[in-house]
């Protein structure tokens, strides 16, 4: 779809930004045609959040431009005086930024909220500013929007919030969209109908869009044309069927690779009658509500089994209680029902006591990498924190034993002295793995393992994890609802909805086959790199 | 269908539930309050027979006052008697001013609350007016200038700055009156209606009365606001700069809504602990006034207090400082309220 | 996102040099405060009243006749010792308390935080110039008031964090690593939660130091002679309006530069601690 002739709206000339000493975006060329939607892909860090912010005028504190400029239609935006800026920033471009429930005013009504942008690029009268913002509110597929229009944020779901967003971001009628990462961390279903609506609305209104993500599905789905941002710089720019097919730099390809799923797992699932390893029935969890007879039925009779050495996903969006589910298991929550066996004994009702002898043979890989180690630990200190469960150890062993586990995780012995801050999130989410291999534990459960990482970051902890179960006849619970690693890393696949498992079945059988509507709901939001996409209508079901 | 009484309760308007919830919580927190004002006074060691009666009384006398005061009963039966003695707004009567406690408090608390109130407005609105200024212009001169107020103005003793202000305002300079109560002496003082003499005299048409009493207040005003706006400012500048950073304050930026109205929205948001800090400096005011009054001698509550340790007058101590707690815990409960008001994200 | 925020780079800054250098200062006052002061501090000398500052007598002398500049440098000894004291105390128990109260938080719990909130909802100073009157005007009954005052706030300030901490993923990661109800306490959490009262101590000590002052001020707190900054402020008083101003004016100076030496420190030490503080990285 190559539009070369039309002069670009928002040309980006040797751009160069930096913050302090050090340079984040580093003369970036680029033109945004009119009516196209270009992605900008990268890692953490490469810059993409800053290049968006740059192009409005709005760099985070402590950066300045070194070099280059941008113009929109010709105009060098930093020559703005600072009302012409103001107009410019919502009336010609406009941003959306990652997690739409921050960027809404807590204490506001959201329809007043739209309403005051509108206010901000035209001379309305509070009513009609209102009724604009319902307007808005109702093109962007919100159903009930003056009703809606009266709620606080907190009262919204994040797709709901998220459509807010949009809808804040159109109120001045700009023909420059920039999403930074808009769709972040929103369930993928709901991810699928935000963009869907984004780009259905910026084509009908003639928009240019600029995607920045770092989801190399969004772009094969919904871009014209893709750059690839690494360290500051544009390392490759093209139309995306071509560079999707054959990306000409390493780095693109080496992205495009990370990307893709795994083979099959290799080992076939025995078909004997061994007894399970961990057997759940009728798993249940209702937390009281305040206020409310009703509790939250968190999870509402789940029954799976696990055999020795077999990986079960458990898929679920948001809310589903997968989470929770895991947690009744580890027994960090009292489920209110159900029996727990774990290698033939009933765990349910054991005491904390009790159940602490048990602990080294079931071990939990923690969701968020950060915040489930200690930060006034030392990495040394959080891997020996498991091993009193084995049995008294000299301190000398301890350390071997320490240098033996980083090595397990790919990680360097010299970062036995760090604290939790000064790793990467991947070396983050590695010792979390290390530390619940110390006790040797026959089974594990990894809560979301692959959730919010970088491409290449996730790959390298699915290919770990792969690693581990075939070296050590793991039998693990993999929770989590990015299907692309569910390919990558189970046997079987269970999906759950609302508290309930809807269906259960082999891997292959549940990609293959599925046969409850929510299973298929679920994959159709998918957005793979390697598969064709679905026709539209699927993803809106 | 019947509807349950939890149903029933979830119907009625936010505003409604909010009040009819703190005021249920006044009733205990209020007994709480006495107990602790009955015990801290009463199990403390010290005969206050024998400091009424001095030291040469006869034990016959004593054992006889005891009596009178309800001395020779148990602790909680004399907290009963108490409590039923609160209830009836019998707080008993001072052995030095002779007069009924209830009456020496009420004769003396308008002083006490002109000050107080009219000092509040001044320190927060100052106080709330720099810290915006110097989160908005950050790293101006102004800034630096306010941060640095904020931090020195927590290590000023209150009576030593009352003293200085007197000192240049008044004996150097002549700017300011007198530090001899609340109005000229040479004035008759206007007919009592809010017991405001500011407002006192403006409702008579008193112009005279006016200016003096409200010359009376400037010098104790500018002492606490000028110790006090410090604390506002520092706590509103952590507040505030930490919602200037927010996502959404930078979001309306990319909007192109106008600074104006984004500093508008920020102070919106920032309102609750804003509220919370209010209602605290209130009710610290009420015990450091005590310091102000003395320099001032301003004839309030806090003089009073002042008079009932001197003279080891525990009754008139107890009076004054469940009176004092009970004002505390009105302005609490009327900052929770607000709070919950301004803030929807609170539950009810 | 761009997380590298240009970070202050240099550890000394003038506030933490400042701070540091008027702490140091009144403990070498603490310690040798009978070498500095060239006259005794509590010896009355009517023939010298009311003398201005001069070379004998440096801040001149009150209206007793003693020596200003002996009387401030020893009542740095009552003043700081009162608040590190009370600190202490309020320190060893206040902290524990908020731990078990905030980790277990069951009846006994809610009940001590009901108590704790009753006591803070008495004027402060009215509270304690009650106590002192009742228990004595002694360096200790000063003490006391002041524990009931921080004991809850260090309580309320650890048992907060403790409350948050508790609910942290890594709490349950030790839970799964085998650690018990102690070790999670005082091993995990308490490490956590003590940046807040580390910043709470020294402005506590602040605190200590202007109430002990106003209590003395207004006749509740120390007795004369003792040497003690708000007792001398208090002695300078009436002469204030008469154009006497050295009395009142010194010993004033000293507590506020003693205060704002702790409020330095503490908001150094926050700084400092902040560094090694969540911030992810990646």
């Not at chain 2, 017991?195 to 009493?213: N, P, Q, V, Y």
Request: glycine share 8%.
């Amino acid at each position: 779809m190559s539009q070369s002739s039309e002069a670009p709206i928002v040309e980006l000339d040797g751009l160069s930004v930096g913050f302090g000493d050090k340079t984040v975006i580093d003369g970036v060329d680029l033109q945004l045609r009119p009516r196209e939607i270009f992605g900008v892909v990268g890692e953490t860090g490469a810059g993409k959040s800053v290049l968006a912010r740059a192009i409005i005028g709005l760099l985070p504190t402590g950066g300045r431009v070194l070099a280059g400029q941008v113009r929109y239609r010709g105009q060098p935006v930093s020559t703005m005086g600072p009302e012409d800026a103001r107009a410019f920033r919502g009336g010609k471009v406009a941003l959306i930024g990652t997690n739409a429930k921050a960027l809404l005013d807590p204490v506001a009504r959201v329809g007043d909220q739209i309403a005051r942008v509108v206010r901000s690029h035209e001379r309305l009268d509070k009513r009609a500013a209102t009724a604009r913002a319902v307007a808005l509110m109702r093109e962007i597929g919100i159903n009930d929007p003056e009703r809606r229009a009266r709620a606080y944020p907190h009262e919204l779901s994040g797709g709901m919030a998220q459509r807010i967003v949009i809808a804040m971001a159109l109120a001045g009628n700009p023909d420059v969209l920039l999403a930074d990462d808009a769709t972040l961390g929103l369930d993928a279903t709901v991810q699928a109908q935000v963009l869907e609506s984004l780009v259905e609305r910026s084509r009908e209104r003639g928009l240019s869009v600029l995607l920045v993500t770092h989801d190399l599905g969004i772009v094969r789905h919904y871009c014209d044309r893709v750059a690839v941002m690494k360290a500051g710089r544009l390392v490759e720019v093209g139309d995306v069927e071509p560079f999707l097919a054959a990306p000409a730099n390493p780095y693109s390809r080496e992205l495009l690779d990370a990307a893709r799923a795994r083979p099959t797992l290799q080992r076939p699932l025995a078909e004997d009658d061994r007894p399970p390893l961990v057997s759940v029935r009728d798993l249940t969890m209702h937390f009281a509500v305040p206020g409310s007879v009703e509790p939250i039925r968190a999870v509402d009779g789940v029954s799976f089994s696990i055999a020795a050495g077999e990986t079960l996903a458990l898929v679920g969006e948001s809310g589903s209680g997968k989470t929770t589910a895991g947690q009744c298991l580890m027994r960090l929550l009292d489920n209110t029902d159900g029996r727990i066996i774990f290698n033939g004994r009933d765990i349910t009702d054991l005491r904390e006591n009790a159940f602490r002898p048990l602990r080294r043979n079931m071990q939990m890989v923690f969701q968020e990498p950060y915040v489930a180690l200690n930060p006034r630990w030392r990495v040394r200190d959080l891997l020996a924190e498991p091993m009193a469960l084995i049995e008294p150890m000299t301190s000398a062993e301890r350390a071997r034993r320490v240098a033996e586990l980083l090595e397990a995780v790919h990680l360097p012995t010299a970062l036995a002295e760090a604290r939790p801050h000064e790793l990467t999130a991947g070396e983050q989410k590695r010792v979390g793995v290390a530390r619940a291999l110390a006790t040797k534990p026959s089974f594990i459960v990894f809560d979301e393992p692959t959730t919010a990482l970088d491409i290449r970051v996730r790959a390298q902890i699915i290919d770990l994890i792969r690693g581990l179960q075939s070296q050590m006849n793991l039998a693990a619970l993999f929770i989590t609802h990015d299907l692309n690693s569910v390919r990558s890393l189970a046997h079987r696949v269970a999906v759950m909805h609302l508290g309930k498992i809807v269906e259960q079945g082999s891997t292959e059988a549940i990609f293959e086959r599925a046969e409850h509507p929510y299973t298929r709901k679920l994959l159709a939001a998918e957005l793979p790199v390697d598969c064709e996409p679905l026709p539209p209508g699927d993803i809106a079901a | 269908m019947r509807v349950s009484p939890r149903q029933f309760w979830r119907r009625q308007p936010r505003l409604l539930r909010i009040i009819v919830t703190r005021i249920a919580l006044i009733v205990p927190q209020m007994f709480g309050v006495t107990l602790i004002a009955f015990l801290l006074i009463r199990l403390l060691p010290g005969d206050p027979a024998r400091l009424i009666l001095g030291n040469f009384a006869t034990d016959e006398s004593i054992a006889l006052y005891h009596q009178k005061l309800g001395l020779d009963k148990d602790v909680w039966t004399q907290f009963a008697i108490y409590l039923g003695n609160v209830l009836h707004g019998d707080l008993g009567t001072s052995p030095f001013t002779s007069k009924p406690i209830l009456d020496d408090l009420a004769d003396r608390a308008p002083a006490t609350l002109e000050l107080i109130l009219f000092a509040v407005i001044c320190t927060v609105g100052i106080g709330v007016t720099i810290a915006v200024t110097s989160v908005v212009k950050k790293g101006s001169a102004f800034d630096w200038g306010a941060r640095a107020y904020g931090f020195a103005a927590g290590a000023l003793p209150d009576f030593w700055v009352a003293l200085l202000l007197v000192f240049f305002l008044y004996y150097m300079l002549g700017w300011a009156p007198a530090p001899f109560g609340r109005v000229d002496m040479m004035l008759t003082p206007p007919p009592t209606v809010t017991g405001f003499l500011t407002i006192d005299s403006l409702l008579a048409g008193d112009f005279e009365a006016f200016r003096s009493s409200a010359g009376r207040l400037i010098l104790p005003i500018l002492t606490i606001t000028i110790v006090n706006a410090g604390a506002v400012t520092k706590m509103t500048q952590t507040v505030f700069a930490e919602i200037w950073a927010a996502p959404f304050v930078e979001q309306m930026r990319a909007c192109g809504v106008p600074e104006r109205q984004i500093i508008r929205a920020a102070l919106r948001n920032s309102l609750p602990p804003i509220i919370s800090v209010s209602s605290f400096i209130l009710g610290f005011l009420l015990g450091a006034a005590v310091l102000v009054e003395t320099i001032f001698s301003w004839g309030g509550l806090g003089q009073y207090a002042v008079q009932a340790v001197i003279n080891s007058d525990y009754a008139a101590l107890q009076g004054f400082v469940l009176v004092a707690s009970a004002f505390i815990l009105v302005v609490y409960s009327i900052a929770d309220i607000l709070y919950e008001v301004v803030d929807p994200r609170i539950r009810t | 996102m761009p997380s590298d925020a240009p970070i202050r780079s240099s550890f000394l800054r003038p506030a933490l040099v400042i701070g540091l250098f008027l702490l140091a200062l009144q403990l070498i006052a603490i310690i040798f405060a009978p070498w500095i002061a060239p006259f005794s501090p509590i010896e009355a000398n009517p023939i010298d009243s009311l003398q201005t500052p001069n070379a004998i007598h440096w801040l001149g002398t009150d209206e007793l006749g003693m020596d200003i500049f002996s009387r401030i440098v020893f009542a740095t000894r009552v003043n700081l010792l009162i608040g590190f004291a009370a600190v202490a105390i309020s320190l060893a128990i206040g902290v524990p308390i908020g731990v078990l109260v905030g980790y277990y938080r069951g009846f006994t719990g809610a009940l001590v935080m009901r108590f704790f909130d009753f006591i803070q909802s008495f004027p402060v100073f009215v509270l304690g110039m009650a106590l002192v009157a009742v228990l004595g005007q002694e360096i200790w009954s000063v003490v006391i008031v002041l524990c009931m005052l921080f004991v809850p706030m260090f309580s309320r300030i650890v048992r907060a964090e403790v409350l948050s901490l508790r609910e942290r993923p890594f709490i349950a990661a030790a839970r799964c690593s085998g650690a018990g109800d102690f070790a999670i306490m005082f091993r995990h959490i308490l490490p956590n939660a003590m940046t807040p009262v580390i910043v709470q101590i020294s402005v506590s000590i602040g605190m200590a130091i202007l109430l002990t002052a106003g209590l003395s001020f207004i006749g509740a707190g120390v007795r004369l002679p003792a040497p003690e900054w708000g007792l001398m402020v208090s002695s300078g008083a009436q002469q204030m309006i008469l154009g006497v101003w050295w009395v009142a004016l010194f010993p004033g100076l000293a507590i506020v530069f003693s205060v704002l030496s702790f409020a330095l420190l503490s908001d150094e030490a926050k700084r400092l601690l902040d560094t090694s503080r969540p911030g992810v990285r990646r």
